[in-house]
Structures are given as C-alpha cells and as structure tokens.
C-alpha cells in the first residue's frame, strides 16, 4: 500500500536521440513517474529503468529533468497529450540549458540536473 504521490517527470534530452524502432522520428523527452525521483534520474544515468534512457547513456546522450507534476497528474496522462515539446520548458523557450551560474559546472556536466 503506497501512501506517496508519485511524481511525473519530464527528462529533455540535449541531442536527439534516434529511434531504430520508429524511423518517423527522433526522441527529445522522456516521460516517467517515481516515488523517490532521485534516485529514479540516478537510475536513469547509469542507463536503468527505461530502454530509451539505456540508450542515452550508451551513446552518451545527456539531459535534464525539465519539469515535474507532483498534483496528481499521471505518467499516461502526460504520455497521452503526445506533445512533450509544447509542455518542455526548454523547447518552449521558458528557459536555456546554456543559463548557468558563475562557479558551478554547465548544466550537462552534472550528473543529475534539475530545475528549481
Ligand atoms: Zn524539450
């Protein structure tokens, strides 16, 4: 019995990442829900708990945890709007990867990347 919300997370990658299986197109987001997110991203680093974040890290794709939804809504939910650029802060222009601040490394070098 679970008494966490699972947050949903949206992960932007910083190249395309292409898809063997689906030849229309190249995969920038991943969507995926978790009770303990950080471990969950730190999972996903090492190329755990999802094929396409396996191939990430296989081919050296970095990314970033863009956004979460801790309100309840859910993982399909956000699968089923089949428009992660449009909800992706980064590819919406809210916000830069570039933007970092003096003394700390460039959000790609990071191992975990979050925005708060
Ligand atoms: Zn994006």
Known sequence: M???TPVVYLLHFTSPLGNPDNPRGQAMHYVGQSTAL?????AHRLGHGAAIMAACARKGISWICVRTWNDGTSERAIKALHNAPRL???CNGQI???TRRPGRRPMTQ????FYR
């Open 38 to 42: 950080a471990a969950r991203l730190e």
């Open 110 to 113: 990071r191992p975990v990347q």
């Open 88 to 90: 992706c802060p980064v």
């Open 2 to 4: 679970k008494h966490t």
């Open 96 to 98: 830069t990867i570039e």
